[in-house]
């Protein structure tokens, strides 16, 4: 957006919030010309400006709007409640058009004819404004609002500052005025605020104090807890003095003192709700809804800086629920609800949290919608959308960028989504629910710490130093042994701990503070602390876990924040001072989230063939019977129009992504279509494409791929497999692949090998199909590959002395086992004593991994993870290399 | 390099004006009010001052009656700044020894020819 209209934004933002507060008190002074002056002089900048920005609709608004105060200014015009009405309804429109240019950097299209000539119609004294019902001065109470101020100041216990709130529709909307005094400056006896005026003489009672000064006591009041904590350990240890008793005492006190400060920093909710009846009312008349917002339990207090955190992602929600879930009032009239839509907002006590509910009675998540929007953005994939519950599927919504709104409006839909209000909340150690009916609405349930200051965490050792890691973030702790159920493992690299059903990430605590190595105190039980960072879960190893303890959190000095794996610091009760982990940044630091989310994918991934079943994609090509391939080893399916594709001699080519890739069809014989839209199999092989024209895609299954029998290769198929009870040809990609390259390159037939590396792989797997699929892309990678289909065949080639720099190998085979396998390469007198072993496993359960490392194996690779194999075969030889 | 006082209560208006004199090849200075203004002159007194009429704590009209009565206060030429509604003032400016008006919202080409007139430029 332009310079200068941000700069407009911030300007008339700033004026406008001074002028309605001019304007209620200038229908009590309708005599202070200096009230009269200065909002005069607003009104005269705003529209002076907008000749400027070229903003015709605001300038002419805020021209009437000047007339008329102009007659008030020189007196020639009384002021009326009526017309005060009027001017408030102007500023209404002007904010509404700020508004509008800050969300679309646009005045918004319309006009404000009606409002322009009823303040004509004032300004030639002719009519005395009356308001159309819409914006009649409302008899129900404004919803008070309390921040703190531009200066910091924070009003103790309570301040009353006025939305104008002439349209609002906030019954519900406990004044927490009721009990609390209204400065005397405010107290301005508009019929709106009737209890506000009532007690001016309270005023006394409350006084204006800095945040700064509060924050200091509390920070005092730390220290004497601190100090306190120290002093009761000491006193644990001596059984009789003569401290017991005044010890006694002040700990009674320093406890009532700490709470009382804690007191002082607590607020009502509803100062971060106190804009909303705003946005509501303005969504309504930019989008012609009706909505009633009601607010439950404004007085519920909490903590100043969660009240921050929470502010933005409580506005979005109410906006999303306004703007996405209530229907027009039309459309529910249809639907047998009364027109008026409501929003509830809720918020209450449990336990130590605060819980707030955001309900509205809208049109609920349309999970069908939801579904298929998750497939259209690639997120998953159709038959994993259709295997998703109701609820997982409402989950959806809080993964990035996901918004179903149809349509971007003005109001929400930015580019904020849900995933950045679960983010914030889950910053300061909150959770975020919903449920949604369709038709019937949706319920959002916040959960949030009442206050940071003073958080539970859990005291943990890594050499030799203590740490503490807040008790929100950990989940559960596992103690590693040698007899325990958990286990440590490496997956590619990376150290993971299998525990139950899942595999989790493991980061060592030691690594990161750079403290030594982990494998100093090899034979040492460890614990890990497995912490959850949003949706995603990891392990932190550590050396000792002591207890959880009340502690109060001191920020991280200046010269240490720029370490995102602290999150401050505290003093433990025997004086010590300790640092507080973050485990947020440590999920940063260890390699940023994402590549953590990839190393889950791989697990995932693991996990998924350890299931035993293989996705084949299914389709039709040419005449007999459906043909299948495996989902892994098809990068993408695409639907090319047929008028894209193009010919370079016989060849077949479309543009793809930036690139020209070479289409094979299936069979030289089968009919391809002159018009519409051609299957297409995207096969990929490290930096090379082909596209494989099909007739259909038919379906996605889970089937054990169990290949009968092997086929005669150059048809391309790798042999026969009963998938849902049907023989169906498996077909075999390294083939087309082949076709593809040798067509394109021009060179002789067979894969176009990679610069030869000088290094040899043995492959020993008893299955064609992954023989045939895995010895071309390691030859393509460089390796001299050598393919067997039993282990005692491969131990013949060990006899002769052949030398590899890798041997790979399958577990299940008849005959010899990989294990048994592997144990006969590791034997004393075996000549590939030192040789690298990869073990190719579909299972991957924790006994078979562990037998085969028991057996001999370095590292292990599911099948069908060719890059992973790819990724362990490089770096295994490489490591042999370097040793040897 | 002739100098130029920008003397609004608005910061876009500010910015706007302060990118044509600059354009002009002028060294701008800015006030938002006559008071700060008037100060402003007295340490240095600018070869242009572009004046808004409605400020707040001291206003355009205030200011330039102080600057006219100061001691040096006739040298710079001092351009008004206007809407349309305001024509009276337009003539009690003129009056209080304003050298040129432009009317509001002002371009790049209009603030040459005001200058020009005045043979500032």
Known sequence: ??????????ETNESLNALDLDIVKLEQNPNDKDLIGRIFRLVHTIKGTCGFLGLPRLEKLAHHAENVLGRYRDGSLSVTP???????????????????????????????????????????GRAAAVAPP???PSTKPPAPVVEADEFGFVPVPMDTDFVPTAVMSAPAATPVVADAPASPSMAVATPAAPKAAAAPEEASKSLRVSVEVLENLMTMVSELVLTRNQLLQIMRQQTESAFTAPLQRLNHVVSELQEGVMQTRMQPISNAWGKLPRIVRDITVEVGKKINLEMRGAETELDRQVLDYIK???????????????????????LGKPEEGTILLNAFHEGGHIIIEISDDGKGLDTERIRAKAVEKGVISEEQARALTEQQVQQMIFAAGFSTAEKVTAISGRGVGMDVVRNNIEKIGGTIEMRSVLGRGTTFTIKIPLTLAIVSALIIEVAGERYAVPQLSVRELVRLSNGSEARLEDIHGTPIMRLRDSLLPLVSLRKILKLGDEETEPTRPRQVIVAQVGAYQFGIIVDRVFDTEEIVVKPVSPILRNLRIFSGNTILGDGSVIMILDPNGIANTVGDVSSMAKAQAEIDHIQDSSARKTPLLVFRAGPGAPRAVPLSLVSRLEEIAVGKIERSGQRRVVQYRGKLMPLIPFSETMDLKNAGVQSVLVFSERDRVMGLMVDEIVDIVEEHIDVQLTADNSFGLLGSAIIHGQAMDVIDVGHFLSIAQADWFGGPAGLAPGADNGKSVLLVDDSPFFRNMLAPMLSAAGYTVRAVNDALEALQLAKTDTHFDVIISDIEMPGMNGFDFAR?????????LKVPLVALSSHATAKDL???????????????DREGLLRAVNRIGQLHSEVA | MKTCLIVDDSRVVRKVARKIFEDLGFACSEAEDGDKAYIACMSDMPHVILLDWNMPVMNGIEFLRKLRASNGGDAPKVIFCTTENEITFIQEAMAAGADEYIMKPFDSHIVQGKLEQIEVL
């Open chain 1, 1 to 10: 957006m332009d310079d200068l209209i941000q700069e407009f934004l911030a």
């Open chain 1, 312 to 334: 933005d992602p409580l506005t979005h929600m109410v906006r999303n629920s306004a703007d996405h879930g209530i229907e027009l009032p039309a459309d529910r009239k249809m």
């Open chain 1, 134 to 136: 819409l914006v009649e």
């Open chain 1, 824 to 832: 006969a390469v590791r034997a004393k007198d075996s000549k590939w």
């Open chain 1, 850 to 864: 562990e037998r085969g490392r028991e057996a001999g194996f370095d590292d292990y690779i599911a099948k069908f």
């Open chain 1, 82 to 124: 009526q017309s005060v009405t009027l001017i408030l309804e102007s500023f209404d429109r002007i904010k509404m058009l700020v508004a509008g240019l800050e969300a679309a950097g646009a005045e918004p299209a319309g006009d404000d004819a009606d409002l322009i000539v009823r303040l004509d119609e004032v300004y030639e």
